[in-house]
């Protein structure tokens, strides 16, 4: 790791100022993208800002049917959540199946998002849910938010606080883990809501999240597994890599999405 | 037995401090003035050095010096070897590629090291060795072997034209190619062995510690042999002197193969703490140990099996390339010859064998032995063209298996080895039975109303253990003995310690050693202490590695013991005043047999101290060595089943049963001979279904230099194993031991590999076996 200054952070304002006057500062959230990152000296940032003991970024909200989730919130926190289970369960599993324990216990759903790993699962849900990404000068629906591969509409020194979404009537993640990572080779989101269904696909597409239009075209007329039997997956949009071939992603999403329809409740 | 002698299922002695995290590994050593080092390491394949430049780096805080490969030659510090002469079958030795420590004219791997850095902290070294300057100029590299014998490839050393290393060969091809024409059935089948990074938990790391007072050395290291380290370091490196040269391997967190080589970075440890005067440590990250740890496995094989009209078995013809890297690491030119070649005609008579065997020199880090090492190759190759012979030619691939089995011995094979002992059909009926074999149809039948696939597959895997003897492995071209050596010293008040030439490194060697005495001097294994790891401290020894430390190390205390026993009964004769014939060791006591007369085990050996009253001309003390020198390999043997079902969705396998049956001789704790038969099953599994290293072959960069490509197996990925074992014992060592440290890794492969097959119906399936290898073979 290079050497780095260090700023506590204890307030969303005090983070802002601190990332303003940094040269070439970082978030630090749960520190499991970003600390492994400067490990291996692929990031040197003159500034880290951490965002770990502000209260405010932390928690989850349920009132009504509106789900609202602080971005510092560990994926342990979301995936043990009474609310989120009661109100969207498909969420909570996403989040236990997040990496290991360490992992869970330190990743933040802010974190998460705003690395925009094309293989991280939360992206996949955001999508879904059309989530809105709540940050320290806007708001940003989910589908506008992710736009490539670890790319996102977030303005440097930007500050996600929380997202939001209205929970579904039904929905289910299923993954496909990578061997080795363990991050998603092929995560589909399925969600079926007041405004239809929607596919969010993470892990698999060459520019990163996405949502499988002609899967909720099917499943909104139909929402069964057979449904999807009249869909393809084009492999020229997937990734391929020593893992998966673009092929084999292809057929992964449709397999995915199939269990994720039946799992659905 | 008695509660902790032989066969007892006695706990760990070392795990208290290994599970408490009190372990003293390299890096848990320090001494005053200690300084840090890291390597600059090559980040090309193949490159040319035309110079490096140090001044910005000598001028970093805390550097104290920067050395580089010039320096180490102008201090005629030795090249690598590789201790094993092979002559290739035109009689010409084997092409050795110079190997410096730090190399000075070119580089031939991602991480072939360049220069070492020392600073006052690690942080420092490894800033510094940043901004040490190499002036490369890149050349065209190659990283798979076929392609590297290929016309046109990229030479890699001067000395090895067309980067081949030996073309060598054992059997009579003759012989073989007459039976191949004149046979009933021929079952051909192209394998690939996958190259796998071993791992171990413990990182290596080295301690080098020169003291100018009195021009001394020390080494800790992660060596399975510290001996051999310092031989060689004395001998070949020019290091130091053996007398003026101390290596001390202390507790080592895991070898597998991978820690029996003396690597450039001990000798430069220890070369540069002469140099900057001050002790240099050295331990490797994570991404170091991918990059230069030594790799294992890499064949690619042809396999003929001719059968007769009755499916028995008249030849076999085998065509292997081995890749070994960019040197010939030390014993990398024995693994795909004497240790591979000689175990094809794995449990079954064959009359004539031939293999072809051609070793390439690549830009990959060096290949040598790695848990089985040659054995895993061989028995993954015939167990693979068993079960195909079996599905060509529609008989049960255990009949066929056991219609071919060798069932005489001493049996000599075609292939240098005769098998000493062994009882092939009992294993394989031992496995059936646990496997519930004969109710796999029904399963089959479960499996596909659910949509799934089973598959079901076994291996009858031979290997060879406690490599020797030594005038034989001599005559083969190895450049050491095999024998192991022991000493026994038994102190006045009647403990025991037990100095040996074996090293533990994850065995359990305090447990087991300790039992051996407890059966034989009837104390209890905690007023035993089992001494290893230390040159200054245990006599020459040859140390652990090919499952040798029970066969040949075991061997070596029980032959010490023998002497002890023989002393022990003099004395205590004398003192009882019976005959020495009469006397029995027993429950901490000397006996008279048939009398109430006894002495206890603690006031023999105080006598033997006090030398007040001994037998008349005796020495006084109690201390007995012995080196023991087997007389063949042990040849442990056994039947692994496994049984897998396939989801024909996305290719994800997932094993529902394992079975291992083994034949391991004599078990001296079986709770202990259970894991390493659950850690080599792992391992073997890890090879089958997960592990796999990959270089990119146009950059020669390791793709998979971590854990987020590189597949290790973790517990989910693995059933609860069904661990069975059949005994008969070895006749070449005094125990009948026979080794049961890789057998895991060596039957596991084939047998998953052949389940796989059997479920997706198709027999081309390479390794690893991934969801995405496997499907795409669903597909084919
Ligand atoms: C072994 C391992 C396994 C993993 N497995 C998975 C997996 O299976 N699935 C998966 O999805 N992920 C996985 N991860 C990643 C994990 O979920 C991380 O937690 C996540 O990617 C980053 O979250 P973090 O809180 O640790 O962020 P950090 O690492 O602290 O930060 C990551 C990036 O986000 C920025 N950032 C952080 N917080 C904010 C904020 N509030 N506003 C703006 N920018 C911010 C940082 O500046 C940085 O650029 C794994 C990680 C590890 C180490």
């Known amino acids: 790791m290079y050497k780095t200054n260090y700023h506590r952070a204890s307030s969303v304002e005090e983070a802002t100022s601190l990332m303003a006057g940094a040269d070439d500062g970082k978030l630090l959230a749960g520190g499991q993208t970003l600390i492994p990152t400067m490990k291996q000296r692929l990031a040197a940032p003159s500034d880290v800002v951490d965002l770990r003991h502000i209260a405010d970024l932390k928690g989850i909200s349920v009132a009504g049917n509106q789900v609202t989730i602080g971005a510092g919130t560990t994926h342990a926190d979301v995936a043990n959540s009474a609310e989120v289970r009661s109100v969207c369960p498909a969420l909570a599993d996403l989040a236990s199946h997040i990496g290991d324990p360490h992992v869970r216990n330190m990743g933040t759903i802010g974190g998460s998002i705003a690395n925009n790993d094309p293989a991280a699962d939360y992206p996949a849900a955001m999508v879904a849910l059309n989530a809105t990404v709540h940050t320290n000068s806007r708001q940003i629906g989910a589908a506008d938010f992710f736009t490539g591969l670890f790319e996102t509409a977030l303005n440097d020194g930007e500050i996600i606080t929380a997202v939001t979404f209205d929970a579904p009537e039904k929905a289910a993640y299923q993954k496909f883990p990578n061997p080795a990572s363990r991050y998603a080779m092929a995560g589909v989101f399925v969600a079926k809501g007041g405004g239809g269904v929607s596919v969010g696909v993470t892990g698999a597409g060459s520019d990163g999240v996405y949502r499988a239009s002609d899967m909720e075209a099917a499943l909104n007329t139909n929402f069964s597994s057979d449904a999807l039997d009249g869909t393809s997956v084009d492999p020229a949009d997937m990734l391929s890599d020593l893992h998966g071939s673009a092929e084999y992603r292809a057929n992964l999403v449709k397999v995915m999405a199939r269990r994720a329809v039946a799992a659905a409740s | ?780």
Not at chain 2, 63 to 73: A, E, H, M, P, S
Not at chain 2, 413 to 420: E, N, Q
Not at chain 2, 445 to 463: D, P
């Open chain 2, 1 to 780: 037995m008695g509660a902790e002698g032989i066969g007892a299922r006695v706990a760990r002695k070392e795990d208290k401090r290994f599970i408490t995290g009190k372990g003293r590994y390299t890096d848990d050593m320090v001494v005053p003035g200690m300084k840090h080092a890291m390597f600059v390491r090559s980040p090309h394949a193949h490159a040319k050095i035309n110079g490096i430049d140090k001044s910005a780096a000598l001028a970093m805080p805390g550097v104290i010096d920067v050395l580089d490969g010039k320096q180490l030659t102008e201090d005629q510090i030795g090249s690598l070897i590789c201790g094993w002469m092979i002559h290739s079958k035109d009689g010409s030795p084997m092409n050795m590629g110079n190997w410096r420590p730090l190399a000075e004219d070119a580089v031939r791997y991602v991480g072939d090291a360049v220069a070492i850095v020392v600073a006052d902290t690690k942080a420092q070294a490894r800033e510094a060795a940043e901004a040490v300057s190499v002036d490369y100029e890149e050349l065209p590299a190659v990283t798979d072997s076929m392609a590297a014998l290929a016309d046109g490839a990229p030479q890699i050393h001067p000395n090895a034209p067309g980067n081949q290393i030996y073309d060598w060969e054992i059997g009579d091809s003759g012989e073989v190619d007459a039976a191949l024409a004149s046979a009933a059935h021929v079952t051909e089948l192209n394998v690939v062995n996958n190259r796998l990074i071993p791992n171990a938990m413990e990182p290596r790391a080295a301690l080098g510690h020169y003291n100018a007072a009195e021009d001394h050395y020390t080494c800790w290291t992660t060596s399975q042999n510290p001996h051999v380290a310092r031989l060689v370091m004395s001998a070949f490196y020019n290091v130091a002197p053996e007398n003026k040269l101390r290596v001390i391997a202390p507790d080592v967190g895991g070898g597998f193969g991978s820690k029996i080589y003396i690597y450039p970075e001990e000798i430069v440890c220890l070369w540069a703490s002469k140099r900057t005067n001050v002790p240099v440590k050295w331990v490797a990250d994570r991404t170091e140990s991918f990059l230069s740890d030594a790799h294992g496995r890499d064949h690619v094989s042809n396999i003929k099996l001719a059968f007769d009209s009755d499916n028995r078995i008249t030849a076999m013809k085998v065509d292997t390339v081995a890749n070994l890297g960019a040197y010939m690491s030390l014993f990398s030119s024995s693994v795909p010859t004497y240790l591979y070649a000689t175990l094809l005609s794995g449990q079954y008579n064959i009359a004539n064998i031939h293999a072809n065997i051609r070793t390439a020199y690549t830009n990959t880090a060096p290949v040598d032995a790695y848990r089985g090492a040659g054995r895993p190759e061989a028995s993954f190759l015939v167990e693979r063209a068993m079960e195909t012979a079996a599905r060509e030619l529609g008989v049960n691939p255990a009949e066929l298996r056991r219609k071919n089995f060798i069932t005489e011995f001493p049996h000599q094979t075609p292939v240098i080895m005769t098998y000493d002992g062994g009882d092939y059909g009992a294993s394989l009926d031992a496995a059936m039975k646990a496997a519930d074999y004969d109710g796999f149809a029904a399963r089959k039948a479960q499996s596909a109303a659910s949509g799934k696939l089973r598959g079901i597959g076994m291996a009858c895997y031979i290997e060879a253990c406690g490599i020797a003897p030594s005038q034989a492995v001599g005559s083969l071209g190895a450049g050491v003995g095999l024998w192991e050596s022991a000493e026994v010293r038994v102190n006045a008040v009647g403990t025991i310690e037990v100095l040996t030439g074996s090293h533990s490194h994850g065995q359990g060697h305090e447990t087991t050693f300790a039992q051996l005495v407890a059966e034989r001097l009837g104390v209890g294994i905690d007023t035993v202490n089992i001494v290893h790891g230390d040159t200054d401290k245990v006599q020459m020894g040859m140390g652990t590695y090919g499952s040798r430390s029970g066969a040949v190390g075991m061997s070596a205390i029980s032959v010490a013991l023998d002497r002890v026993q023989a002393k022990a009964k003099k004395i205590a004769a004398h003192l009882l005043e019976a005959d020495e014939a009469d006397i029995v060791i027993e429950g901490g006591e000397l006996k008279v047999a048939g009398t109430d007369k006894t002495l206890p085990w603690f006031q023999m050996a105080l006598a033997a101290y006090t030398a007040h009253n001994l037998p008349e001309g005796m020495e006084p003390g109690l201390k007995e060595s012995a080196f023991f020198d087997p007389s063949n390999f042990s040849f442990p043997a056994g039947c692994h089943i496994c049984e897998v079902e396939v989801d024909p969705d996305t290719g994800v396998t997932e094993i529902t049963q394992f079975v291992a049956a083994d034949d391991f001789g004599t078990i001296i704790n079986p709770m202990i001979v259970d894991g390493q038969v659950h850690g080599g099953v792992t391992q073997g599994i890890g090879q089958a279904l997960l592990e796999g290293c990959v270089y990119d072959p146009g950059s020669g960069q390791l793709l998979t230099a971590s854990y987020m490509d590189y597949t290790m197996p973790r517990a989910d990925d693995l059933p609860s194993f069904t661990v069975e074992t059949t005994k008969t014992e070895s006749p070449s060592n005094p125990l009948g031991l026979k080794g049961c440290g890789e057998a895991g890794a060596i039957g596991s492969p084939p047998a998953v590999i052949n389940a796989i097959t059997d479920a997706i119906g198709n027999n081309d399936l390479a390794m690893p076996a991934t969801p995405q290898t496997v499907w795409s073979a669903m597909k084919a």
